[in-house]
């Protein structure tokens, strides 16, 4: 009941937020971002996954869901969390292409990673001491990556969108990712438009 009043008390007070989008703001470029937590049920220890799509500098798709299998290290965690970003991506690639956006499948789609153990392994199939107990479904990551449909990179703990999806964070933290999928108070953005007109 506590978690559901936090919850209640945020939308109250974020009535007036938003997505804002902006015409080429980033080329008609799909960006996404994986993340994952690792062994966070108490319970079950399972992880959770979570990914974030971009389009016009605002977020498109994000989803934060419990992985079905216990993994055994960080590193699996995030492979598997990739794994699922990836299968999100290719079917997000065929909608974008269906409605037109050609320049946004014509290139491989980059998705970032805070884990560059995740991306080694995703790219270098010799290291098969830390992926051969990893389910053989997760493994279709590396085909994507190997035929440059995605471009898996790394990024900055900091700079990882996914993460508010997938951790408690502070509150500074949670501000400077909630406004980097795009979100923000439309009230205040109006306010910086009315300003910009009387200077005009």
């Given amino acids: ?75 699996e965690a995030k492979f598997v969390a990739a794994s699922y970003t990836a299968a999100q991506c290719i079917w997000l690639r065929r909608i974008l292409e269906h409605m037109g956006w050609e320049t946004s499948v014509k290139k491989a789609t980059r998705v970032y990673c805070d884990n560059s153990s995740t991306i080694k392994l995703s790219r270098n199939l010799i290291l098969h001491g830390r992926s051969k107990h990893i389910d053989v479904r997760f493994h279709f990551l590396r085909d994507l990556v190997k035929d440059e449909v995605i471009e898996l990179m790394h990024c900055g703990f900091e700079e990882q969108a996914a993460n508010i999806l997938t951790k408690a964070l502070k509150l500074e933290t949670f501000e400077f990712l909630r406004a980097k999928l795009g979100v923000i108070e439309f009230a205040a953005r109006e306010g910086t438009r009315k300003s910009e007109d009387e200077v005009n």
Avoid: H
């Fill in 1 to 75: 009941m506590l978690a559901a009043k936090r919850i209640l008390r945020y939308l109250k007070g974020t009535l007036g937020y938003g997505i804002w989008y902006q015409k080429g703001q980033d080329e008609d470029c799909l960006v996404g971002y994986t993340d994952s937590e690792y062994a966070g049920d108490l319970n079950d220890r399972k992880s959770t996954s979570g990914y974030a799509f971009f389009l016009d500098g605002g977020v498109v798709l994000w989803a934060s869901k419990k992985q079905p299998v216990v993994t055994l290290s960080t590193i």
